[in-house]
């Protein structure tokens, strides 16, 4: 179903109202919160340089790590979080907060109904949603239509934001991005002008860029995050059984700042995923095939998402995974028009 935007509509789209800026502020508390703390500026500006922008994120850093940024003791890491203890809850709350916070989740349409349904109303922040399948199965495309619908206004069930992208496989393309806006009823122009791009070429340059984003995020409304793909540079820098240790750890870290970014600054992760052979997988199955990075990256996804190729130009989309959806599938006879089976 095709989204048709009035010219009012689309400069909300431009600039995002300063009122839905000041909504989201309340999810996350500013790192310059602990100078009021009877913290050093100084050392707040030790934390921003290593990429601690709030004093949620501060929280979900061990003191082990914090101690490891120059010029901050064991003493100083002590006073700075219980500082930070002072201005954020990270205790127990009840059932009922809990189910209060989950009303911030804000949930992205992918641009297609049928899809939408399976996953509950789009693509949720708060959490990592992995697409995993082979190659021209859809999920670059599927990244590509969340880059335009991210941005549309929440009450078109858009993300009203902007959006990251860290490509390691050098498939963006901007001028993908100015058909599906156009489609939208957008302007190509502010839509691609809202999205920041980065190509990878290292784990550790993908890492670092994901440590960039911090400032960023808690400066400027963004709603999604997309790595495509997750694992591909992993699979290039680590080879054979004797460094698979080592990439597990390093990828599980990389992981474990994902979901932190998710939660810190309520945005929705989308991340692709490859495949590899499966010879355990079945004599029933013509062509066994499982998502690449073993345990550690099923762990670390809210939700998985299966692609898969159909007869002919069909894609179909299976439910692998998710803490609150049943398992389901949907048929697409093109790539984003979607039918549910």
């Known amino acids: 179903m095709i989204a048709t935007l009035k010219a009012e509509e ?72 219980e500082a930070a203890e ?11 907060d809990a189910l209060l916070r989950r009303k911030s989740v804000i949930k992205i349409t992918t641009g297609s109904q049928a899809l939408d349904e399976l996953l509950g109303g789009g693509i949720e922040t708060l959490a990592i949603t992995e697409a995993f399948g082979e190659f021209r199965s859809g999920k670059t495309q599927l990244a590509h239509t969340l880059c335009v619908s991210t941005q549309l206004p929440t009450n078109m069930r858009g993300g009203n934001g902007k959006v990251a992208y860290i490509d390691t496989e050098g498939t963006f393309r901007p001028d993908r991005i100015v058909p599906i806006a156009e489609r939208f009823g957008m302007d190509p122009g502010a839509v691609l002008d809202n999205i920041i791009y980065a190509r990878a070429y290292t784990y550790e340059h993908q890492y670092n860029l994901l440590l960039g984003l911090a400032a960023k995020m808690s400066e400027e409304p963004f709603k999604l995050l997309i790595v495509d793909s997750v694992i591909a540079l992993f699979r290039v820098d680590f080879t054979g059984r004797g460094e698979l240790a080592d990439r597990q750890q390093k ?91």
């Open 10 to 81: 689309q400069s909300q789209l431009q600039l995002v109202e300063r009122e839905d800026v000041d909504d989201e502020e309340d999810l996350f508390e500013a790192i310059d919160k602990l100078i009021s703390q009877g913290i050093n500026a100084g050392d707040v500006k030790k934390l921003q340089d290593a990429g601690i922008y709030t004093c949620n994120g501060l929280m979900m850093h061990t003191k082990k790590h914090l101690t490891g940024i120059k010029g901050l003791s064991e003493a100083k890491v002590e006073k700075i979080c």
């Open 86 to 96: 002072k201005i954020v809850n990270f205790g127990y709350i009840t059932g009922s």
């Open 251 to 341: 990828l599980g870290q990389m992981l474990s700042r994902l979901t932190k970014i998710a939660e810190e600054f309520n945005v929705a992760v989308y991340m692709t995923n490859q495949v590899i052979a499966d010879p355990g997988g079945g004599v029933f199955i013509s062509d066994p095939k499982k998502p690449a990075g073993g345990h550690v990256l099923a762990h670390a996804a809210t939700i998985r998402l299966m692609f898969r190729k159909g007869k002919g130009e069909q894609r179909v989309c299976k439910v692998f995974d998710a803490p609150n959806l049943p398992e389901a599938e949907a048929i697409s006879l093109t790539l984003l028009v979607i039918v549910l089976v």
